[in-house]
């Protein structure tokens, strides 16, 4: 390819020169605009917490001593299953609030 000036007047050289600039400039902006991935973990973390919380209020009483008698005894599968069938949500959902009961009985 001829980087010379075409008959028409036009410099290819400036135009990849320009393309390149606006690929860099592109580039070292977007790394001011967005948060961090860390950050983004602890938000999520923050949120999953909050959540959790809210699920284990909604426990029924036989249901949550049955789940922490089972999450003492590391039993979270069981401890799982009865979270999920009393107040019926997904796996994950479930989890959190297990791995909370968990952490309150340690």
């Given amino acids: 390819m ?3 000036p075409s008959p028409a007047g036009f410099d290819w050289t400036a135009l990849l020169i320009a393309l390149f600039a606006g690929f860099l400039l592109g580039r070292w902006s977007a790394s001011f605009g967005s ?5 983004q973990r602890k938000v999520a973390e923050v949120t ?3 959540t959790a919380e809210q699920r284990l209020h909604k426990l029924s009483r036989t ?7 089972l999450a003492a ?3 979270i599968i069981e401890a799982v299953k ?3 069938e009393d107040i019926g949500v997904g796996l994950k959902e ?3 609030v297990v791995d909370l009961m968990a952490k309150r009985v340690s």
Avoid: G, H, M, S
């Fill in 2 to 4: 001829d980087l010379a």
């Fill in 48 to 50: 999953a917490k909050i």
């Fill in 94 to 96: 479930a989890k959190d």
């Fill in 82 to 84: 009865v979270v999920r």
């Fill in 35 to 39: 948060p961090d991935a860390a950050a």
């Fill in 63 to 69: 249901a949550r001593a049955e789940a922490e008698r």
């Fill in 73 to 75: 005894e590391d039993r």
